[in-house]
T-cell receptor
Framework: GAVVSQHPSWVICKSGTSVKIECRSL??????MFWYRQFPKQSLMLMAT?????????EQGVEKDKFLINHASLTLSTLTVTSAHPEDSSFYIC????????????FGEGSRLTVL | AQSVTQLGSHVSVSEGALVLLRCNYS??????LFWYVQYPNQGLQLLLK??????LVKGINGFEAEFKKSETSFHLTKPSAHMSDAAEYFC???????????FGTGTSLTVIP
């Protein structure tokens, strides 16, 4: 199957700083990527849909100025958590839709953010 | 509108016993159905998928699922549980290629030695 890689896997930052998480499709081009947030023992919450070359589409209740998404190329989307606070601590997962076929989702390994 | 219901947020089975994880969906069109597995602090890995054709789908690690349209179900089974099967399992539905995925709330599987 296709490979999606996230970096970093773990990040700890101070409150008020910004953190960037990268999501790369390693062996295929992804025109669409998705960013999810997952709280402990819960399902995935879709935050936004990232489209290459255009603005991301955010789900209701997700602050677009807080969670900046950039999808500058067909293999890279980034999520920047700006002015992070402890309540932003979470597990963030990206996924990319495979080209052609049934467009199934391939997931990154996830990035755990801890804001002190 | 689509939705996915996973009955039982926690399932415990003995090693070697049958694994049955339930998933029911609602969809206005023939759905695409998926099961994903998530190990601690990792992303999701595709176990199996149903799009069209044979309703009994076989996936990785000995898992299989059967699409039953009349019951709007896509339950996941494995004849004999292994310790390494302990993980979180998510059922997902999509209304076709390129459409949004909807995930269930997940079922945590514990395997007792």
């Amino acid at each position: 199957g296709a490979v999606v890689s996230q970096h970093p896997s773990w990040v700890i930052c101070k409150s008020g700083t910004s953190v960037k998480i990268e999501c790369r499709s390693l062996d295929f081009q992804a025109t669409t990527m998705f960013w999810y947030r997952q709280f402990p023992k819960q399902s995935l919450m879709l935050m936004a849909t990232s489209n290459e070359g255009s603005k991301a589409t955010y789900e209701q209740g997700v602050e677009k100025d807080k969670f900046l998404i950039n999808h500058a190329s067909l293999t890279l989307s980034t999520l920047t958590v700006t002015s992070a606070h402890p309540e932003d601590s979470s597990f963030y997962i990206c996924s990319a839709r495979g080209a052609g076929g049934i467009g199934e989702l391939f997931f990154g390994e996830g990035s755990r953010l801890t804001v002190l | 509108a689509q939705s996915v219901t996973q009955l039982g947020s926690h399932v415990s089975v003995s090693e070697g016993a049958l694994v049955l994880l339930r998933c029911n969906y609602s969809s206005s069109v023939p759905p695409y159905l998926f099961w994903y597995v998530q190990y601690p602090n990792q992303g999701l890995q595709l176990l199996l998928k149903y799009t069209t054709g044979a309703t009994l789908v076989k996936g990785i690690n000995g898992f299989e699922a059967e699409f039953k349209k009349s019951e709007t179900s896509f339950h996941l089974t494995k004849p004999s549980a292994h310790m390494s099967d302990a993980a979180e399992y998510f059922c997902a539905v999509s209304e076709g290629a390129g459409n949004q995925f909807y995930f269930g709330t997940g079922t945590s599987l514990t395997v007792i030695p």
